[in-house]
Each structure stands twice: as C-alpha cells, then as structure tokens.
C-alpha cells in the first residue's frame, strides 16, 4: 500500500522532528558510457543502504572536496560536484571520466532519519581498468538499456539510464517512469 504524498511528508517531518532541516548529505552519481553502453555496479553484500542492489558509480560530497582547494573567485570554489564526482568514480571503479553533464537530482529520508539529495550526471569513459573497491562494490558490468532491465537495479536507475540515452540523442527531459 502506498501512501498519499500528504501522508508520507507527515509521517517523515514527525519521525525527523518537525524542525525543517537544512543539511542534506549531498551525493552525486555517475552514468558511464564507453562504447554505447553503462557501467553499473552491485553494491556490497555489507552496504548498510540497498546491499546487493546495483546502480551507477558515485558518493557523498565531503568539505575536503574543496576547503584544501584555493578558491577559483574571491568567495568561491567551482566544479564541486565534478571535482567529487570523479575522485569517487576513481576511488570506486579506478576509471576516469570527463564531460560530465547534469541528467536529473533527487531526494529522499532514509530510514535512520538522514536526508539526501543525489544529483545523477552523466559522463564519458576516458581510461583506465575496473578495480571495484571491495567496500563499496563486487560486481559491475557495461549494459544496454535492454541488458539493464535484467539486473536488480536500484529504484529509478533503469529510469535515468534511460534519460541518459535521451539526452546523447538531443533529447532533455525531467525524471519520470520509462517503463
């Protein structure tokens, strides 16, 4: 049973305390595309959120991503998000990426209380091997959005893969169900 959207901001601003919160844990991922196809990886057995689901590269913005950097204006840091981006391609996959382009974002409470905010871009494959860091990731495989729809993906994955192959051919468009 699904509940109406009333319901649920209800029930999620009683479980975080009615306070409005400002801080989000920021998160960005990945859509690789080498050769016409995407790289997914299955997320560890260990993984506290969705183990063994697979999904696209990425992880959590942390303040080191930039607060070491010089500023590139006088009050701000740029490419924040490209810069994560690719250091947790690298840190994941081993692989480096470039032409990272915004495809969608989204938000949600995790079941601890947390709120995130994922920004899903997507990328072109430059070089370099897989080597998944075990922690983070056991399989991965290239696919077609055809292939895709035979992995346990994540919720809206198979979804972004598909604006993602929209948005190579000229065609933009917002999130939605491509089922």
């Known amino acids: ?5 009333a319901v649920q901001a209800k029930n999620i601003k009683s479980a975080m305390g009615n306070n409005n919160q400002y801080l989000h844990e920021v998160a960005v991922t990945a859509i690789i595309i080498k050769d016409g196809k995407y790289l997914i990886t299955r997320r560890s057995p260990d993984k506290k959120r969705f183990p063994g689901m697979w999904t696209v590269p990425g992880g959590k913005m942390e303040t080191d ?12 840091w740029y490419n924040v998000l490209e810069r994560t981006l690719r250091r947790e391609v690298k840190e994941e996959t ?16 995790h ?23 075990e922690d983070e990731s056991d399989q991965y495989a ?10 346990r993906l994540l919720d809206g994955i198979y ?12 065609r933009r468009s917002e999130w939605q169900r491509f089922e």
């Open 111 to 133: 079941a601890d209380g947390s709120p995130s905010l994922v920004i899903s871009c997507m990328a072109d494959y430059v070089g370099g091997d897989i080597k998944l860091k």
């Open 65 to 76: 991503d930039y607060l070491k950097l010089p500023k590139d204006t006088e009050h701000y």
């Open 159 to 170: 979804d972004e893969l598909v604006m993602a192959e929209n948005q190579r051919k000229g």
């Open 94 to 109: 081993g692989i480096d990426i470039e032409n990272i382009e915004y495809v969608t974002s989204l938000a949600t409470v």
């Open 142 to 151: 290239w696919v077609s959005l055809d292939e895709a729809k035979n992995y």
């Open 1 to 5: 049973m699904t509940l109406a959207p």
